[in-house]
């Protein structure tokens, strides 16, 4: 992107907005990472395989796809800080789904309440990474990004702690029960069960409905990029966004990054159950995840870019992710479950560093580009189901073949994992040469 400038604000007021624009990643962090508790508990409540299990990543990140353009829209017409407000309102709506879906225990209305909620992040995205991208030198975009990632998974392990202690705990003996009573019985089980989701929700729709409305009062100032210099620097030879390759480019790494990511800190607690370790263990597994996240942004934002470049941080990112995935592959138990939790090293940079480097030329086209990467988030909606089937086929194969079914599922659940190794290694590809791919010609 070239020269993009700030219009108005002077350093303390872009301080101020980094804070208030943190706050919202912290919310949407929150919401987005309860999703490693909620499928083994939506997994039991309704009574699910895997692949349907997975379906709640796929309710939240599918909206994705189906709002970032028309979100880019809203925001052009309303601005940003409405957008914000709207997204946050919307979010809260969807939290008050979830009671008229515990009541009924249907898997379809839980489903619709995740995906509102997904509509209204959508909203919050698509306003909040292109401003924060815009918000200084694109030399430093990563390091502005690297602070949102902290606050968006410190949001992300608490939330992962609470909801996994508020919807996992007894789980064991509960599923323990439904294989003894009756019918009558495990419908009541299950209903109790399912109630537990009722007071949590409501409280998280309020909080939502209240930060929506002090959004609209935060004082963030009007950044916008320099339209002039947009305008020179594409209008010669650019008339849409189908001649920039790298943006497609890192619009396919970033699908591919955020199904990755997914998959480390949503799978990781069923991953844990499907080994062998108690619910009560394995609920802490997301937070292991995001909290390597943590420590590597917190790493990114010391040295990037006076020490390392953006770039040099998404190749050796990529290359983790590559090793890290073999690792999972050929180790098993709690080795293996903290080599998945390690993937919240190679994960950390990979957003901060495309978003920067997809951008970089766009010009007027920009906010285009940037409703095009929130799209790619979809990636969450796709990728995680595809594994979870690869573990319902693994299963299959393997029971079919005589084999044990603990064994069955941990080993199915363990080599479902290659996955992970293809996504980085486009990733990989993106870092070393895709990035620079300006034109179709070369």
Known sequence: MANTAVSTPKLSSNALAIIIIAGLFFIFGFVTWINGALIPFMKTINELTDA???????????????????????????????????????????????????????????????????????????????????????????????IMGIANKVAGALGSLIFGAILLSGIDEVKAKLLTVSVVEKDQLLNTMADS?????????????????????????????????????????????????????????????????????????????????????????????LLAMVLTYALGVFLIPKYIKQRTALIVSALLGIVFSCCIISTTGMTSVLFVAALGISNALVWPAIWPLTLDGLGKFTKTGSALLVMAISGGAIIPPLYGKFVDIQKVTLLSEGMPETQAVAHAATSSYWILIPCYAFILFFALWGHTYKSWSK
Do not use: C
Request: glycine content about 8%; aromatic content about 12%.
């Open 52 to 146: 349907q299990s997975y379906l709640v990543a796929s309710a939240s990140y599918i909206s994705f796809v189906v709002m970032a353009l028309p979100a880019s829209y809203i925001i052009n017409r309303i601005g940003y800080k409405k957008g914000m407000s709207l997204g946050l309102f919307i979010m809260g709506v969807g939290a008050l789904v979830f009671i008229p879906a515990a009541e009924a225990r249907t898997y379809s209305v839980f489903l619709t309440g995740i995906f509102i909620q997904g509509v209204g992040m959508t909203l919050l995205q698509t306003a909040s990474n292109p401003y924060i991208t815009i918000l200084g030198p694109i030399e430093s975009a990563a390091k502005r990004i690297a």
């Open 197 to 289: 989701v009722i007071t949590p929700y409501l409280v998280m729709a309020i909080v939502l409905f209240v930060l929506g409305f002090l959004i609209r009062k935060a004082p963030l100032p009007n950044l916008e990029s320099d339209e002039h210099e947009e305008e020179t620097d594409t209008k010669s030879t650019k008339s849409h966004v189908f001649q920039f390759p790298h943006l497609w480019l890192g619009v396919l790494a970033l699908f591919l990054y955020v199904g990755a990511e997914v998959i480390a800190g949503d799978t990781i607690i069923s991953y844990g159950i499907s080994l062998g370790f108690s619910s009560e263990e394995a609920k802490y597994f997301t937070t292991y995840t």
